[in-house]
């Protein structure tokens, strides 16, 4: 399994509040904050829009970054987007060592067409979106598949009966629901209420 990292260039900042974060991004910069597990404080640092557009473009999970004079490799732990524009105001970046497991959220996609949608009339639902697991840095998944293609009215999963690789852990609830297929709502029926005429 080939790791993908990517290089990131990012630049020390001193830290004065909402203002000097205005400013980190009017010069077409993203404020952010790095810290790791081993970290008693944590680095406030900027890097520039279009290298975290590639950064994210590239389809990894470990970053490498220099932090003072040391190199270290990192995961994006948030992002924090603007509720409109949907630019990003801020990020953090966590320290990983690549032989310890972290906890990572990770999407959900669901494949195929289910049955009960397709011949049933009914509605998928999916309430859960993502999961976390644990796992070494270099075994983060891009999204785990769920294939809802024989799934009829009334059929539902559970996060537990996510069928994980052996490198990973699962560290979310197993008794939310994933995906499941129900009766689509009439809206023609009217609603009566007991203890009207």
Same mark, same amino acid.
């Given at each position: 399994m080939s790791v993908k990292e990517f290089k990131l260039e990012v630049n020390k900042r001193d830290v004065d509040g909402k203002k000097g974060s205005k400013r980190v991004r009017r010069e077409? %910069?993203?404020? $952010? =904050?790095?810290? +790791?597990?081993?970290?008693?404080?944590?680095?406030?640092?900027?890097?520039?829009?279009?290298?975290?557009?590639?950064?994210?473009?590239?389809?990894?999970?470990?970053?490498?970054?220099?932090?003072?004079d040391k190199k270290r490799n990192v995961i994006f732990k948030s992002v924090q987007y603007h509720p409109v524009t949907d630019d990003i105001l801020h990020i953090d970046l966590y320290g990983v060592k690549?032989?310890?497991?972290?906890?990572?959220?990770?999407?959900?996609?669901?494949?195929?067409?289910?049955?009960?949608?397709? %011949?049933?009339? $009914? =509605?998928?639902? +999916?309430p859960t979106s993502e999961i976390e697991i644990e796992c070494l840095p270099m075994d983060i998944p891009d999204a785990i598949e769920i294939d809802v293609t024989e799934f009829s009215i009334g059929d539902s999963m559970q996060v537990g009966e996510i069928k994980l690789d052996e490198i990973h852990t699962l560290m979310s609830s197993p008794d939310a629901v994933v995906a499941s297929v129900t009766h689509a709502m009439r809206e023609d029926e009217p609603v009566v209420e007991e203890g009207e005429d």
């Open positions: 077409g %910069n993203i404020p $952010g =904050v790095y810290y +790791s597990h081993d970290s008693k404080v944590s680095i406030p640092f900027s890097i520039a829009q279009k290298e975290l557009f590639e950064a994210q473009k590239s389809g990894s999970h470990i970053f490498n970054i220099s932090v003072g690549m032989d310890e497991k972290i906890t990572v959220k990770v999407s959900i996609h669901l494949t195929g067409d289910a049955d009960g949608v397709k %011949n049933e009339g $009914g =509605v998928l639902n +999916s």
